[in-house]
């Protein structure tokens, strides 16, 4: 590890290897960097305050202390969690007290090895791209100063707080709750051995609804996974659903703001099923209106759900900045990505995977439907669209080469179906007049190729997903 190591911001934020470039002079320096930006900039109506959380990785409460020390060194007041928190109860939490902004040190799905540093601005939301632009330009540009957690105790400079309870209570406004405490759903939940262990029990306590969780002990290997809410990850949890049969499984991911699922006996959900679940139930049950805001990675039929509805959809780039940069502007329904991150107008323009779990929960407490029957329902009306991905290593420096390849020499057809549309503003989108889709496109934080296709049967995805992986070896 080199102190002079480049800092370079991801899809939400800076991640690297813990001990290799993620360690506490390096955390330092992004802490200062960040600092000198918010002291750089005239927000109104905020104050000159900032929120720090972690999740349950190695060393990630002290990675939060130092962040704290270094920003009430450069004269911030700082509220830092007490415990492990969701990601979103940071942004909350920064919304709230209109803070400048705020600090969540995770990794969110990432490997164990990794750590990050997610950055928020004033809105409670991601830091767009043009402020993660201006903190990376101002690494190095000042030297580090800190206030020891004792003294910024004892001045009140830096205040710990336990983030949780003013969330709760506000996303259990933001559903039908009374109708979700008297469902006699039974709910199991994975939080994958992340932070959002316990949530559901502490939400749906004194209620009718009965709460299993799975994977609740704090272990910073993850049970050997990578955090994330796919279905390679569910093996131990399917096995006991099987055998123990629920309503529903959510699955949150490590920092808890991406969601996942099963039914009820352990048949996974994909996020593309959450999300038109969702949409559905925010029509059907819920009168609402406004704008879609997907991600170009998500389902196709979600173009279908909109075009039936009557709403305007907008895709944007991968990244949950750019959905956030969207619901900014107002006048949206719901806002969306492939890998798990829900958002919800009214609420934080951000993730948050126990909200959606709550939402799920009033769905099927409205419904009285099993799972199954409304995705059965699902499928009749608008499908099929069956998704698949692979995630393949693949060296960062020729990973330009292959886009430039990849939008220069299109297949005529995927499938049988005639190709009618490339996008490349986000990696490289083939689009055929079928619908079915095929998309290659570099991870913002690892040296991997992610490989996304959809098609009417999932033989035909598979199909795709090895087009796919042609083209890597050819380009």
């Known amino acids: 590890m080199s102190l002079n190591t480049s800092i370079k911001f991801g899809t939400d934020g800076w991640r690297a290897i813990i001990a290799e470039d993620f360690t506490f002079a390096n955390v330092a320096r ?19 305050m900032a929120v720090v959380g972690f999740d349950r990785r190695f060393l990630s409460d002290q ?39 705020g600090v969540m040190i995770t990794a969110s799905h990432n490997p164990a ?19 993660c632009q201006a903190v990376e330009g101002l690494v190095d540009k000042s030297p580090v100063k800190t206030l020891p957690l004792s003294e910024g105790l004892k001045t009140k ?13 506000a996303i259990k406004k933001f559903v039908n709750f009374p109708l979700i405490a008297k469902s006699r759903i039974k709910l199991a939940h994975d939080p994958l051995f992340g932070v959002g262990a316990g949530c559901y029990e502490n939400l749906l306590a004194n209620t009718t609804c009965r709460v299993t969780t799975l994977n609740a002990n704090h272990d910073p290997n993850f049970g050997g996974i990578n955090p994330e809410p796919v279905a390679r990850n569910y093996a131990g949890t399917q096995a006991y659903l099987s055998k123990h049969p629920h309503d529903l499984c959510v699955v949150t991911d490590g920092d808890a703001d991406r969601v996942g699922g099963m039914d009820g006996r352990g048949n996974a959900l994909s996020t593309h099923q959450i999300i038109c679940l969702l949409i559905q139930h925010f029509v059907k049950n819920r009168g609402a209106k406004g704008r879609v805001i997907k991600a170009l990675t998500t389902t196709s039929m979600v173009d279908k759900m909109c075009a039936h509805y009557g709403l305007p959809l907008v895709e944007t780039g991968v990244g949950f900045k750019y959905i956030c940069t969207e619901m900014l ?5 719901l806002g969306f990505e492939e890998s798990g991150g829900i958002g919800f107008p009214g609420h934080i323009p951000e993730r948050d995977g126990i909200l959606s779990g709550l939402m799920l929960l009033e769905l099927l407490a409205v419904e009285k439907k099993p799972l199954t029957k409304l995705l059965q329902g699902l499928t009749q009306q608008f499908g099929p669209y069956c998704y698949a991905r692979i995630d393949t290593r693949f060296p960062v420096e020729k990973r330009s080469a292959l886009m430039e390849f990849c939008k220069n020499n299109p297949p005529s057809k995927l499938i049988k179906s005639p190709l009618v549309e490339i996008k490349s503003h986000d990696g490289v989108k083939y689009i055929a007049a079928d619908g079915s889709w095929l998309m290659l496109r570099g991870s913002g934080t690892e040296p991997i190729l992610r490989i996304y296709a959809e098609a009417k049967s999932d033989a035909d995805a598979a199909r795709l997903l090895r087009t796919g992986l042609a083209l890597t070896k050819s380009g």
């Open 30 to 48: 992004v802490a200062q960097a960040t600092a000198d930006y918010w002291n750089s900039v005239t927000i109104p109506n905020t104050e000159k």
């Open 63 to 101: 990675f939060a202390q130092l962040t704290a020390e270094v920003l009430a060194g450069n004269g911030f007041e700082v509220i830092l969690t007490s415990i492990p928190s969701p990601t979103q109860a940071v942004s909350f939490a920064v919304k709230t007290h209109r803070a400048i902004g």
């Open 113 to 131: 090895a990794f750590n990050g540093f997610k950055l928020k601005a004033w809105y409670g939301g991601s830091a767009d791209p043009s402020i």
């Open 157 to 169: 400079r830096i205040r710990v707080r336990d983030l949780h309870p003013v969330y709760f209570k």
């Open 329 to 333: 502007k107002g006048d949206v329904m």
